[in-house]
């Protein structure tokens, strides 16, 4: 006769994940008396309420919201400029970084507060901007002597370390630090990895940590992180997928599934097709009202895509298929991957596997240096 041990089953399961906003003891306190702005988006969830919601309802004394790429309510287009505006519940100004003008605030804005709560659920990739927003906000609080604390969330690529490193003089909007394209760093680790590394100036910083992750869990986003990235699925072909703004290609946005599929009118040899449309999120998606032909994707199991880390597989497929040669590629797909050669490597004719083993050295070395800055176990 078997006999189960509830208790023994009960202790295998994993604690619930305690996001760093949920940990109000480890900072409510020390905003006490102090001026304080938030940069923060519709992630910034603490139980069943909106950071900012939170904050006012305890007393902080709020004077200003900075909201990131997509804005504060997360539903503009990628690098849609986003005017500044005034938040409707709590009448707090929001001044955003996103409106084609405002790299970092202005002295007027600086000099308004006095703590900087930085919270924003990321995804893991050096092209998604999140961290972006916070590196430059960091270095404005080091010259305005603010103090900054990020809130931290769980990455859900946090899992593994793959992609090239970024050569530096590719640094844009959509790459800012020498990190490689899957970091495998949550926002609060690449806060302390940029001021312990110098690629930021050195502010007064607290990081207040989840509890109960390590790297290797699954985490699942409870809200969309951004308004074309929709599903766990879909974060997972993130790192992949995103190649295809720098392409003719579309990847799906202006359908149910962008990130998960990829495609062209010209494509061959495929019956897999989707016409992108003008939608919420896609005002004007890449080939939008063009019947397409490609991959639906839909079908890889998690885990593999995962085990496939930054699969340069379908980038090849496509510019293999369509044959244009280097009218496939446009400026994006080096600001996207960071690098000369890949692209280079792409249109020689060579493997991804032969491409992926230029960048292993250059992710072991990075490795060892992101030790130094985990607050997770790996």
């Known amino acids: ?92 100004p929001i001044w955003s970084l996103y409106d084609g003008n405002t790299k970092r605030p202005s002295e007027d804005k600086m000099r308004a507060f006095d703590v900087l709560l930085v919270d924003m659920q990321d995804v893991g990739l050096r092209f998604y901007t999140y961290y972006i927003s916070m590196v430059r906000m960091m270095d404005a609080a080091a010259d305005f002597g603010c103090r900054v604390i990020v809130l931290d969330r769980p990455n859900p690529n946090g899992m593994y370390v793959d992609g090239p490193i970024l050569d530096m003089k590719y640094k844009s909007g959509v790459g800012a630090l020498p990190i490689p394209v899957v970091h495998g760093l949550t926002m609060g680790e690449i806060a302390l990895m940029a001021k312990g590394e110098g690629w930021c100036k050195s502010c007064d910083l607290q990081v207040v940590a989840c509890e109960n992750y390590t790297h290797q869990s699954r985490y699942t986003l409870p809200i969309a992180p951004s308004p074309n990235l929709p599903t766990q699925h879909s974060i997972y072909l993130y790192p992949s997928t995103c190649l295809f703004e720098g392409t003719v290609c579309s990847l799906g946005r202006g359908t149910d599934f962008p990130f998960e599929c990829y495609g062209h009118p010209q494509y061959q040899g495929s019956e897999f097709g989707f016409t992108p449309v003008s939608r919420s999120g896609a005002k004007n998606p890449p080939l939008m009202s063009k019947k397409c032909w490609g991959v639906d994707l839909r079908n890889i199991a998690d885990e593999d895509v995962i085990a496939a880390g ?32 890949i692209k280079e490597m792409i249109i020689e004719g060579r493997t991804a596997a032969e491409i992926r083993a230029m960048w292993q050295d250059d992710v072991e070395q990075f490795k060892l240096l992101r030790r130094k800055y985990l607050l997770y176990e790996e």
């Open 310 to 341: 930054f699969n340069l597989e379908y980038v090849i497929d496509a510019y293999r298929n369509l044959n244009m040669g280097e009218k496939f590629f446009t400026r994006m797909f080096l600001l996207l991957t960071g690098v000369d050669y």
């Open 1 to 92: 006769m078997t006999i189960l041990c509830f208790s023994c089953q009960a202790q295998k399961q994993p604690k619930p994940i305690k996001v760093g906003a949920e940990r109000t003891e480890e900072y409510l306190p020390s905003l006490s008396e102090q001026r304080v702005a938030v940069l923060a988006n519709h992630t910034a969830i603490v139980g069943e309420q909106h950071l900012v919601d939170m904050l006012v309802e305890k007393g902080v004394n709020l004077v200003g919201i900075f909201s990131p790429e997509h804005g504060f309510r997360g539903g503009a287009d990628a690098g849609e400029h986003v005017a500044s505006s005034v938040d409707e519940k709590t009448g707090a």
